[in-house]
T-cell receptor
Framework: AQTVTQSQPEMSVQEAETVTLSCTYD???????LFWYKQPPSRQMILVIR??????QNATENRFSVNFQKAAKSFSLKISDSQLGDAAMYFC??????????FGKGTKLTVNP | NAGVTQTPKFQVLKTGQSMTLQCAQD?????MYWYRQDPGMGLRLIYY???????DKGEVPNGYNVSRLNKREFSLRLESAAPSQTSVYFC?????????????FGPGTRLTVL
């Protein structure tokens, strides 16, 4: 079985500063991916970043980067130079070779001007 | 490409009524999914279809049925709606196969059952 735990129900950050969202997971899959999705008030689920578990290098997408610690089963998201548009719910997820995408309960990020 | 589309965007039902949520994707994906999102619960898988002609139960299938009409379309039916089914419903799709890959989501349907 796969599980995903996001221990921070809410986080806040000042505009232009950096924030890190935490995620731990457990999976019995040997081949799996990890994702961070963003859900703004519009409800649309938007892919932020993807990490293939077989890759040692941490994924980066512009201001978004991850710290992937495979042995510790940790997958944190760092947002640099935070912008007002980054305010949203952020979901950590994992998918293995099975069809199921397992979601954490989410972290609500507030960006203060 | 429209990606994943869902209809309707909003729906209000009375207890016991039935309805079908429609989902279509134009990315030639093999796998399609239905999730529900409740406050504080994240997204939970209701049903999925790994390929045309197949469907399987997810984590919370009770009270729902699905149909994979063709490769593009995957519908979710509530035969007798209950207030516990008040939720936001998301359809998603991915290329599919034995290896993991990215799921792409539709805009969601907000359903209220009175």
């Amino acid at each position: 079985a796969q599980t995903v735990t996001q221990s921070q129900p809410e986080m806040s950050v000042q505009e232009a500063e950096t924030v890190t969202l935490s995620c731990t997971y457990d999976t019995s899959e040997s081949d799996y991916y990890l994702f961070w999705y963003k859900q703004p008030p519009s409800r649309q689920m938007i892919l932020v970043i993807r990490q293939e578990a077989y890759k040692q290098q941490n994924a980066t997408e512009n201001r978004f980067s991850v710290n992937f610690q495979k042995a510790a089963k940790s997958f944190s998201l760092k947002i640099s130079d935070s912008q007002l548009g980054d305010a949203a719910m952020y979901f950590c997820t994992t998918q293995g070779g099975s069809e199921k995408l397992v979601f954490g309960k989410g972290t609500k990020l507030t960006v203060n001007p | 490409n429209a990606g994943v589309t869902q209809t309707p965007k909003f729906q209000v039902l009375k207890t016991g009524q039935s309805m079908t949520l429609q989902c279509a994707q134009d990315m030639n994906h093999n796998s399609m999914y239905w999730y529900r999102q409740d406050p504080g619960m994240g997204l939970r898988l209701i049903y999925y279809s790994a390929s045309e002609g197949t469907t399987d139960k997810g984590e919370v299938p009770n009270g729902y049925n699905v149909s994979r009409l063709n490769k593009r379309e995957f519908s979710l039916r509530l035969e007798s709606a209950a207030p516990s089914q008040t939720s936001v419903y998301f359809c998603a799709s991915r290329r599919g196969g034995d290896h993991p890959d990215t799921q792409y989501f539709g805009p969601g349907t907000r359903l209220t059952v009175l």
